[in-house]
């Protein structure tokens, strides 16, 4: 197995091991241990640790304060150059299901993106729309669901190009490269995903304007907040970013 393989499974399995559930799951396990061992001292410490962890890391103040520093990095693209030659968005997540419409195959984050996307590319002259992302476990390639989505939503063909090989932003960088050559392109992503995002294409020396999207951090004029599913999402989205930024310079480390 190459050793790009390898990097791209350990950082998998480290990233879901190190989400705010993941953490709160095991630091039951933990306190399930002591209580098995008849330590109750220690495990009434983790349980209440575990429990505190996850009712924090559900709540929307907390979440949305993680996550306002990766999504106010890039501010949205509202004035679009015209010397751009393509619009790229980034892959994401769907699942194959020919009893569901398209729009409920492909993950939300992968729809606000190619919407987005779709958006940008209507503002600009002969620009084309990358659509990027391999099949994984499922058994159609994403770019292909967002090409098909894409020509749905009124893109010509002729205007996508789908890329089927890459596996995560990393490899969407490199693959860019022989696409774009020299040509100025917009990079449409998620708003937390966007500065880890640039980083990896700056590496790469690619240099595209970015385009955020799907910003989750909207500070809720409500002020009654309790932990909910949804502050626990905002909560891993930016922990998953956060991860992906130190896993970056572990890999930059190791070049």
Known sequence: MEM????????????????????????I??????????????????????????????YTPFSELLLTPLESHYPALQEFPQD???????????????NLPLTSQ???????????????????????????GYSGTDPTPHALMQKNMAVLLGVREEQIIARYAPK???????????????????????????????????DEGLYPYAAPTYHLAKHSEDGFFFPDAHGLMKSETAMHEYIGMLWLEIVRLVK
């Open 4 to 27: 790009s393989s390898i990097l791209f499974i350990v950082k998998k399995i480290i990233s879901m091991l190190l989400t705010p559930l993941s953490v709160g799951l095991m630091l």
């Open 29 to 58: 396990l933990i306190a399930l241990y002591f209580l098995y061992k008849k330590n109750l001292k220690m495990s009434r410490i983790f349980m209440i640790f575990s429990l505190l962890w996850i009712a924090v890391m559900s």
């Open 84 to 98: 751009i030659g393509y619009v790229l968005v980034l892959g994401a997540g769907h699942t194959t299901n020919e």
């Open 106 to 132: 492909l993950g939300r984050s992968a729809m606000f993106r190619l919407a987005e996307g779709i958006r940008i590319l209507r503002q600009l002259d002969d620009a084309k729309l990358i659509v990027s």
């Open 168 to 202: 995560d932003t990393r490899e969407e960088a490199v693959d860019a490269k022989t696409v774009v050559n020299n040509q100025n392109f917009i990079l449409v992503t998620s708003a937390s995903h966007m500065p880890r995002a640039m980083e990896i294409f700056n």
